[in-house]
Nanobody, 126 residues
Framework: QVQLVESGGGLEQPGGSLRLSCAASGRTFSTYAMGWFRQAPGKEREFVSGISRIGEFSRYADSVKGRFTISRDNAKNMVYLQMNSLKPEDTAVYYC???????????????????WGQGTQVTISS
């Protein structure tokens, strides 16, 4: 089992940047594929980005491609989401998720993930 704690959210102006962090508990972090999802008010939780166990593969939603970068540091049990050129439509609660897997790929569907953090609010507004 793994526990996830997100941080780094906040209020930012359009065009600005934020870096989200997700700290994972446990000693088997490298056996988990990781993902970031977000949920805006009145909308379903949607996929933002996913990364494979070792970090060699990643995937992005079309809405964030070219602006967001996912990365992980298995030595520190951390996964990050660097968000640049932020837009008001990026406003949402952002969730970190983990999936225990033996495969070397990422996952894009929320039903694939076994563990979730509590979320961190990101608000983009002038």
């Amino acid at each position: 089992q793994v526990q996830l704690v997100e941080s780094g959210g906040g209020l930012e102006q359009p065009g600005g940047s934020l870096r989200l962090s997700c700290a994972a508990s446990g000693r088997t972090f490298s056996t988990y594929a990781m993902g970031w999802f977000r949920q805006a008010p009145g909308k379903e939780r949607e996929f933002v980005s996913g990364i494979s166990r070792i970090g060699e593969f990643s995937r992005y939603a079309d809405s964030v491609k070219g602006r967001f970068t996912i990365s992980r540091d298995n030595a520190k049990n951390m996964v990050y989401l660097q968000m640049n050129s932020l837009k008001p439509e990026d406003t949402a609660v952002y969730y970190c998720a983990a999936k225990r897997t033996d495969s070397g790929t990422y996952f894009t569907s929320r039903v694939n993930y076994d563990y979730w953090g509590q979320g961190t609010q990101v608000t983009i507004s002038s």
